[in-house]
């Protein structure tokens, strides 16, 4: 009896040092198949927590997808997002219409994999716009035209709804960007913009269709404080809106970018479920 414990015993070890080896020889073949990470750049025009909160949920989404890949969302103001694109350090963008046809241009993304469809008060909404406000106590400011030779806060001139929206508009009404107002340039995030007004730093200001209702949700913002100069009246669309409205924002991949991956990565976008997290 005591001899076939012991040789079950010398089996053991010879197997758990036999297991040993194994796993040993195994790490370097693991490694050498890790996740490969995927960086996705996100134009940010809100707050960082905020753009992280929206798009983190779709890299988990797509790393289900492809378990082969690792997705890590970046939010990324305009410059850096140019610099990241321009030095390839990004894989796919999502940026607004007018910035992606730069980026384009410069670096020669890819066609729209897809275009986003907008949550709006549990609604799809693929189109955008800008808005156009003062505070609620501006008597003088009613109209586009009371605008001329005014003080304009905007994040900058390179957003379609954040600026180049309401230029158009202003264009259309005999008043034109910069030479007939001053621009005060705030810089993102939108909350930049309605903060200089509120603060008496400007007159007026710009930003994109539904950043003052995230900001009245976020409790940041009493909507009671702005008037909306040029308010539209757009069927299906639910947020102030003081312009027409264009295409939602486009994902695009980098010309480096392997094309099976990018159209695995387009698939999982369409084949989410319009109720679901990241969606």
């Known amino acids: 009896m005591v001899s076939n414990l012991r040789f079950e015993g010398i089996k053991v070890t010879r197997a758990l040092l036999a297991l040993a080896c194994l796993l040993g020889m195994a790490i370097p073949i693991v490694s050498a198949y890790a996740a490969e990470p995927v960086k996705i750049g996100v134009l940010s025009f809100r707050p960082k927590p905020q753009t992280l909160t929206q798009w983190q949920p779709l890299a988990a989404v797509l790393k289900q997808a492809m378990p082969e890949h690792d997705f890590i969302v970046k939010e990324l103001p305009y410059s850096d997002l140019e610099m990241d694109v321009a030095a390839r350090q990004l894989d796919f963008v999502i940026t ?13 993304l890819s066609a729209p994999l897809a275009t986003l469809a907008a949550d709006a008060q549990g609604k799809a909404v693929t189109v955008s716009g800008g808005v156009i406000f003062s505070r609620a106590g501006q008597a003088k400011i009613n109209s586009l035209a009371d605008l001329r030779g005014k003080t304009i806060a905007a994040t900058g001139t390179g957003s379609v709804g954040g600026y180049q929206a309401q230029a158009y508009e202003l264009k259309q009404a005999g008043i034109r960007l910069p030479q007939d107002a001053k621009l005060l340039i705030t810089g993102t995030p939108h909350d930049n913009a309605v903060e200089a007004v509120l603060a008496g730093r400007a007159d007026a200001g710009f930003v994109h269709t539904g950043a003052l209702e995230a900001m009245a949700h976020e409790g940041k913002l009493d909507m009671a404080q702005l008037k909306i100069i040029n308010r539209q009246n757009l069927p299906g669309f639910s947020a102030q809106a003081s ?36 969606a």
């Open 243 to 278: 312009t027409r409205l264009y295409p939602q924002w486009p994902f695009a991949a980098l010309p480096h970018v392997d094309e099976n991956l990018s159209r695995h990565v387009a698939t999982a976008l369409f084949l989410l479920e319009d109720n679901s997290v990241a």
């Open 96 to 108: 607004n219409p007018a910035h992606y046809i730069l980026l384009a241009k410069r670096n020669g």
